[in-house]
T-cell receptor, first 111, second 113 residues
C-alpha cells in the first residue's frame, strides 16, 4: 500500500509554460515534504521543501504548495525550461523514517 | 565541498553471492541513509545510521544489512543475492538525524544474474 503517490508517470510541457507536478500522501503524521529532481545516472538532487506549518514555499522558478486537508503536494515550475527535463520525486518525512518517496514523474520540456 | 561518493558505481553478481557497497558522506555529515531504487517501486528506504548506530530500518529482509564507521563512512551488505535485488542503491547523507535535507550520491547499479 503506497503511502505516497505520484499518479502521473510522465508529463510533457512546452518551453516557457507552467509545469505542475502532483503528489498525494495518506498519513497526516507526515510533517515535512520535499521535491527532488533526478537526471539519468545521477543521484536525486534536492530541489525545494516545505514544512507542515506552511502552505507555500517559493525558490526562484519553483514553488511548492501543500494542502494538508487534501493531503496533496504540488510543484509548480514557471517558466519551464528544457534543462528541467528530468524525473521528479516527491518525498515525505515523519521523523520515524527519513523519507518515503513517490514513484516519480518524468517531465519533458519541449523546446 | 566534495559530494557523497559511492563505490563501486557498477557491479554484476551472480544469484546466491553476497555484495558490499560503500558510501562516503559529505564532510561533516554524520547521518547516512540507504535507498533502493527499482523501476516499479521508486526509491525505498533501507536504513539510516547515525553515530555508528542504526536508527531506522525499512521493510527489507534480514539479508540487507549495514554499518557505519567512526568516520561516518557506511557500508551496506546484501547476502544470498536474488534476481530481484537488481537495482540502483543510493546513499544519502545529512548533518544529523534531525536534518531533513539529504544529499544523494550517484548510486551503485547492482545487476544480479
Amino acid at each position: 500500500d503506497q503511502q505516497v503517490k505520484q499518479n502521473s508517470p510522465s508529463l510533457s510541457v512546452q518551453e516557457g509554460r507552467i509545469s505542475i507536478l502532483n503528489c498525494d500522501y495518506t498519513n497526516s503524521m507526515f510533517d515535512y515534504f520535499l521535491w527532488y529532481k533526478k537526471y539519468p545516472a545521477e543521484g536525486p538532487t534536492f530541489l525545494i521543501s516545505i514544512s507542515s506549518i506552511k502552505d507555500k514555499n517559493e525558490d526562484g522558478r519553483f514553488t511548492v504548495f501543500l494542502n494538508k486537508s487534501a493531503k496533496h503536494l504540488s510543484l509548480h515550475i514557471v517558466p519551464s525550461q528544457p534543462g528541467d527535463s528530468a524525473v521528479y520525486f516527491c518525498a515525505v518525512s515523519s521523523g520515524t523514517y527519513k523519507y518515503i518517496f513517490g514513484t516519480g514523474t518524468r517531465l519533458k520540456v519541449l523546446a | 565541498k566534495a559530494g557523497v561518493t559511492q563505490t563501486p558505481r557498477y557491479l554484476i553478481k551472480t544469484r546466491g553471492q553476497q555484495v558490499t557497497l560503500s558510501c562516503s558522506p559529505i564532510s561533516g555529515h554524520r547521518s547516512v541513509s540507504w535507498y533502493q531504487q527499482t523501476p516499479g517501486q521508486g526509491l525505498q528506504f533501507l536504513f539510516e545510521y547515525f553515530s555508528e548506530t542504526q536508527r531506522n530500518k525499512g521493510n527489507f529482509p534480514g539479508r540487507f544489512s549495514g554499518r557505519q564507521f567512526s568516520n561516518s563512512r557506511s557500508e551496506m551488505n546484501v547476502s544470498t543475492l536474488e534476481l530481484g535485488d537488481s537495482a540502483l542503491y543510493l546513499c544519502a547523507s545529512s548533518l544529523g538525524p534531525q536534518d531533513y535535507e539529504q544529499y544523494f550520491g550517484p548510486g551503485t547499479r547492482l545487476t544480479v544474474t
